[in-house]
């Protein structure tokens, strides 16, 4: 498998963990670096971002990628994305359509998940 291959099977299994609530999978998909910056401006941290889908304040009901462009840098990925995202937050249930930036790094022999970037799609 390329590691354009790789990536791209690694990002629908970070999707599928996150979706799922499978927070064993997400502690080994995510860096401990990682900087999640979600479309509403808000950052989270690997702990924080998994601590905010345990306590319920945010839920994935649903990710769907619309479009992914994975160029490679040596140890480092970087993903141009379109994505919907169907999510429950502070209690409500909200649909996103954003563009958004991801990075993916190698970490000794595995790849992590390093920062997310997200912006709105104007209607």
């Known amino acids: 498998m390329t590691d ?3 990536i791209s099977a690694l990002e629908d299994r970070r999707y ?7 927070y064993a999978a997400l502690d080994e998909l995510l860096s401990d670096r990682l ?3 979600h479309s509403n401006a808000s ?3 690997k702990a924080s971002f998994i601590e905010s889908l345990r306590s ?3 839920k994935y009901r649903a990710i ?4 992914e462009n994975i160029t490679l840098y040596n140890d480092t990925a970087i993903i ?3 994505v919907n995202l169907d999510i429950t937050a502070g209690g ?3 649909t996103i359509n954003a563009r958004a930036t991801i990075v993916w790094v190698r970490d000794g022999d595995a790849w992590r998940f390093a920062a997310w970037q997200s912006t709105p799609v104007p209607a």
Do not use: F
């Open 56 to 58: 319920g304040r945010l």
């Open 43 to 45: 950052v989270d941290t």
């Open 64 to 67: 769907r990628r619309l479009e």
């Open 4 to 6: 354009v291959a790789a």
């Open 92 to 94: 409500a249930d909200r």
């Open 35 to 37: 900087v999640y910056t």
């Open 80 to 82: 141009s994305s379109h």
């Open 16 to 22: 599928a963990a996150a979706v799922a609530e499978d």
